[in-house]
């Protein structure tokens, strides 16, 4: 099992609607989570981080967290074309000061 | 704030050849990583300095890759007798101490061995 994993994609989504994207991971003792955009050929971006269980809103992301699933997610409201990117989670997996990377998931926004 | 910032943003060398990559972190950020990234996966963890002391290195690390950050502040990471495996991005990113591991990247450098 990786330690921290999320779903290849392509998600496709209309403009507008609202993208869901989830993150699992193995080690109960992680305590922090972060979301991280990458365009094609850049660097990462990171957008969202959270660090207790609950919701999380940044404009228009929304994180949750669920440590007791190990399950972290990023709801990205009113799509745009714009947002289409690959999306990485990360954790900081046995508190270990390095993160951890899902390998993301490609979201596609289809005008 | 200028951001973390990478040197050279492309090299192409030959197999065999030695490569140096050069990483300066966001002014006043004490800890700075290493990071490398082949196509369709996410980063990987290589190194990790707090000021100017290198505290944790990855298994990934082989013994032909070596970082310093001297004085604690610019990096750098060679990479010795290069291999093709070794074509990949590799990523700089830094962190403040209190800012609860959150990262920030630089553009990387993206490394062919041909």
């Known amino acids: 099992q990786k330690e921290v994993e999320q779903n290849s994609g392509p998600l496709s989504v209309p403009e507008g609607a609202i993208a869901s994207l989830n993150c699992t991971y193995s080690?109960?003792?992680?305590?922090?989570f972060f979301w991280y955009r990458q365009y094609s050929g850049k660097s990462p971006e990171l957008i969202m981080s959270i660090y207790s269980n609950g919701d999380k809103e940044d404009g228009r992301f929304t994180a949750q967290l669920n440590k007791a699933s190990q399950y972290v997610s990023l709801l990205i409201r009113d799509s745009q074309p714009s947002d289409s990117a690959t999306y990485l989670c990360a954790v900081n997996v046995g508190g270990r000061r390095a993160l951890t990377f899902g390998s993301g998931t490609r979201l596609q926004v289809q005008p | 704030d200028t951001g973390v910032s990478q040197n050279p943003r492309h090299k192409i060398t030959k197999r065999g050849q030695n490569v140096t990559f050069r990483c300066d972190p966001i002014s006043e950020h004490n800890r700075l990583y290493w990071y490398r990234q082949t196509l369709g996966q996410g980063p990987e963890f290589l190194t990790y300095?707090?000021?100017?002391?290198?505290?944790?290195k990855s298994r990934l690390l082989s013994d032909r890759f070596s970082a310093e950050r001297p004085k604690g502040s610019f990096s750098t990471l060679e990479i010795q007798r290069t291999e093709q495996g070794d074509s990949a991005m590799y990523l700089c990113?830094?962190?403040?101490?209190?800012?609860?591991?959150?990262?920030?990247f630089g553009p990387g450098t993206r490394l062919t061995v041909t």
């Open positions: 990113a830094s962190s403040l101490i209190a800012s609860r591991y959150e990262q920030y």
């Open positions: 080690d109960r003792g992680s305590q922090s």
């Open positions: 300095f707090q000021n100017e002391a290198q505290l944790e």
